[in-house]
T-cell receptor, first 116, second 116 residues
Framework: EAQVTQNPRYLITVTGKKLTVTCSQN?????MSWYRQDPGLGLRQIYY???????DKGDVPEGYKVSRKEKRNFPLILESPSPNQTSLYFC???????????????FGPGTRLTVL | AQSVAQPEDQVNVAEGNPLTVKCTYS??????LFWYVQYPNRGLQFLLK??????LVKGSYGFEAEFNKSQTSFHLKKPSALVSDSALYFC??????????????FGAGTRLFVKA
């Protein structure tokens, strides 16, 4: 089954304790991305990756790191989490072609993070 | 700056009536526009997209959207609403960067309530 998986689905942590949220896709997609969803703000892009070893900042990258060492995996790292990073996080992937059938993103189920 | 606006936080409609969820955008160049739906406790699912061609695009679950270049709008429509259409709807646009990559900008979302 084609899917994007995220782990963990729920996480409660404390300020300053480094954490990693994993994301994996099995569709051989080049493009992967992380978003955070906050009430009234919709989804905001944190980082995206056009392909292996190619990453770039989205609109809200502060406090986050990513890496893309393999095509299927795109982990999100919070080196020193703070309470304002409490949010619902989504990973997504897509093809990057210009053709009409290669544009929509497939989303993971989400990770609800609480930073105390 | 590129942006997407969904002017209504909430839309209420009776089952069987037509529904419209509004979206306007501001991008340079030709827009790639998307609608996604989020059901409770789920990730986002792709509904439909406009890349080029006919201004009226059809998507999943009987939804359609009309691209209007002069009004920079991409409103989501359905001729006859179902209670099961109740969900959170997001409009999104692809924002190409000078590096060759692209960001994705989402609207704040519109919650649709369909009353039986």
């Amino acid at each position: 089954e084609a899917q994007v998986t995220q782990n963990p689905r729920y996480l409660i942590t404390v300020t300053g304790k480094k954490l990693t949220v994993t994301c994996s896709q099995n569709m051989n997609h080049e493009y992967m991305s992380w978003y955070r969803q906050d009430p009234g703000l919709g989804l905001r892009q944190i980082y995206y990756s056009m392909n292996v070893e190619v990453t770039d900042k989205g609109d809200v990258p502060e406090g986050y790191k990513v890496s893309r060492k393999e095509k299927r995996n795109f982990p999100l790292i919070l080196e020193s989490p703070s309470p304002n990073q409490t949010s619902l996080y989504f990973c997504a992937s897509s093809l990057t072609g210009q053709g009409p059938s290669e544009n929509e993103q497939f989303f993971g189920p989400g990770t609800r993070l609480t930073v105390l | 700056a590129q942006s997407v606006a969904q002017p209504e936080d909430q839309v209420n409609v009776a089952e069987g009536n037509p529904l419209t969820v509004k979206c306007t955008y501001s991008v340079s160049g030709n827009p790639y526009l998307f609608w996604y739906v989020q059901y409770p406790n789920r990730g986002l699912q792709f509904l439909l997209k406009y890349i080029t061609g006919d201004n009226l695009v059809k998507g999943s679950y009987g939804f359609e959207a009309e691209f209007n270049k002069s009004q920079t709008s991409f409103h989501l429509k359905k001729p006859s609403a179902l209670v099961s259409d109740s969900a959170l709807y997001f409009c999104a646009v692809r924002d190409y960067q000078g590096t060759g990559g692209f960001k994705t900008i989402f609207g704040a979302g519109t919650r649709l309530f369909v009353k039986a």
